[in-house]
């Protein structure tokens, strides 16, 4: 008999998905994907969630509801942190905690710990804790460790190289940006946490929309570690949660790249380092680019009116600012 | 003679404008949306035809606002452009040089920041209507008194009184606060003239450089005592053009006569005024999304549908009726 262990396509999917499926499928466990956030997800998710708690969060109850009945387990790694001196936010730390409490009849949790702020911890852990559930072979759990982490390299070196996440996680998606016609003049840099920026109910399409204005769309995940980090470094202080450290980094890293036109910072409403994070980007460029930033918050609106219009206008002002530095550029 | 219309379909206000070839406006009109956006253009449309002379041909049309592309749909426009981009050319058309648009409609509020004659930044109101035209509409009703005399009222104040801005609940048990400690009515309202420009500063215009010249459109624009609170707020002149309600039908005129250079006009003439037009619409079965789907039927034909996420009804239609 086999056993499935469910993955919700919530929260860190984007960044972990390939690490995760590979490993289990060297222990040979099947992985099993909730379905794409839709209208039912999201409101089984916000029904089962408290007020106060963000979008992304809510989204995600709704992703493991969606799993409930369809597998044995489901996999919601605690991520405390993933990198030494810094954390992730607190919310994803009690995420286990929030859907046990919130929802009835779940099949076992596998909540262990993924937590790298000391000196020495390991990723292994993790996994180690997670392949005993399945086989008492030491030697097939570190196989299907090293293999897992050789996916997630190969996942990042696709992104690096212009993929994006949700590209490499499903092959046969649908609106691969290379398949995409038409005219692409600009070059826009998304700067969002992946499970808002890629999911496509929550950001109500907002790449694809992008794209068919005409823009290459680039993200903050396709930027290597080091880069961002470097750029990071920027700031008076380091910034201890690790996403919207990326965040920062990509965003001073894209304001200097002469290719790209436009910033837009999506934040999720209600979200604490977003919030932090979307002032201190606003006020680099101020201080230090000309390039047009767009701040967008979502949430649960399913009115598409109020994005289109800030998309729209965005663009306009971009390709209007840029002709008039061409013009500036042959005349001095 | 030859002209090109603009309309912006607003949430509270439908605004359509006729621009001669030259740009500059025959004829405007203002009406309240009232919840009947259709209707509205459509009438729009009849005033309109009945204000100009007979022997005008209308080359171009464009629509903007939240209604812009059931507009577009009826009318056929030539081109569909949201509300800050037009706002941003009819200003720098109005007053070269602007630097500042201050904008406060029914609905919502913006800020748009233009260096060089080019937008260089903007923003709207986010998740709150404090401080826009509808709540000082629904102030003054409260104390009974015309929207059109709120301006006025409030120049003659003495004494402003301070009033929580922040939020439109808090605004209003502070305003019947103080009315009932016995303070005028004029000092009131320039106290509440002076909690939305507040709050618009601290919310829209977060961070943001008003730089000189600063020009105020918008349907609240027309009250004086909200043009007297930014000047004081600022510190310099605030500039409300005379056609300051219809700022957005007139860029929306402008573009229309740039999108239709060398080309001819999809309008399908003010006849469309007389025609049958009907919205409905259905809540999609296909997925669990359940898309809100938007009909709109001509004599019983549908020529656009929009509001579905994967494009299932909406491309079931002809290229040409297809929006966004």
Known sequence: MSVTVGIPRALLYYYYYPQWKTFFAHLGVKTLVSRETTRGILEKGIKSTVDEACLPIKVAVGHVMDLCDRVDYIFLPRVVSTARREYICPKFLGFPDIVRNNIEHLPPLMDNSIDLYRKGSSLYNLFYSVGKEFTHNP??????????????????????????????????????????VGVRDVTIAVIGHPYNIYDHYISMNMLKRLRDYGANVVTADQLPEHVFRREAEKLPKQLFWTLNQR??????????????????????????????????????????SRKPLLNLTIDEHTGEAGMVTRLEAFMDMVRWRRQLDYVAATYY | MYGYLGIDVGSVSTNMVLTGED??????????????????????????????????????????????????????ADIIKNEITTHAIAASNVMPGVQTILEIGGQDSKIIILRNGVVSDFAMNTVCAA??????????????????????LALQATVPVRIAGRCAVFAESDMIHKQQMGYNIPDILAGLCEALVRNYLNNVGKGKEILQPVVFQGGVAANAGMKAAFEKALGHPVHVPS????????????????????KSTGFRGFEVADRDFKAGGFACDGCPNVCEVVEIMESGQVIARWGDRCGRWSNALTQQARIS
């Not at chain 2, 826009?132 to 301006?151: C, H, M, V, W, Y």
């Open chain 1, 139 to 180: 030697v097939r759990i570190m196989r299907a460790y090293q293999a897992s982490m050789a996916a997630l390299n190969n996942h990042c070196r696709d992104m690096e190289s212009g993929r994006l996440p949700f590209e490499t996680c499903d092959s046969n998606r649908h609106n691969r940006q290379d398949q995409d």
């Open chain 1, 247 to 288: 965040m920062v980094g990509a965003a001073f890293y894209y304001f200097d790249r002469p290719e790209v036109d436009g910033i837009i910072h999506v934040a999720s409403f209600g979200c604490g380092p977003d919030s932090m994070t979307g002032e201190l980007i606003e006020r680099f460029a101020r201080r230090e």
């Open chain 2, 23 to 76: 740009g500059t406006i025959k004829h405007s009109i203002y009406l309240r949306t009232q919840g009947k956006p259709i209707e509205m253009v459509q009438q729009g449309l009849k005033h309109m035809q009945a204000a100009l002379p007979g022997k005008l041909k209308v080359i171009g049309v464009g629509t903007t606002g939240s209604g812009r592309h059931l507009a577009g749909v009826i009318t056929g």
């Open chain 2, 131 to 152: 401080g826009t035209g509808s709540f000082l509409d629904q102030q003054a009703a409260r104390l009974n008194i015309k929207i059109e005399e709120f301006g006025p």
């Open chain 2, 243 to 262: 056609h300051y309600d219809v700022m957005g039908a007139l860029g929306a005129a402008m573009l229309a006569r740039e999108a239709t250079n060398r």
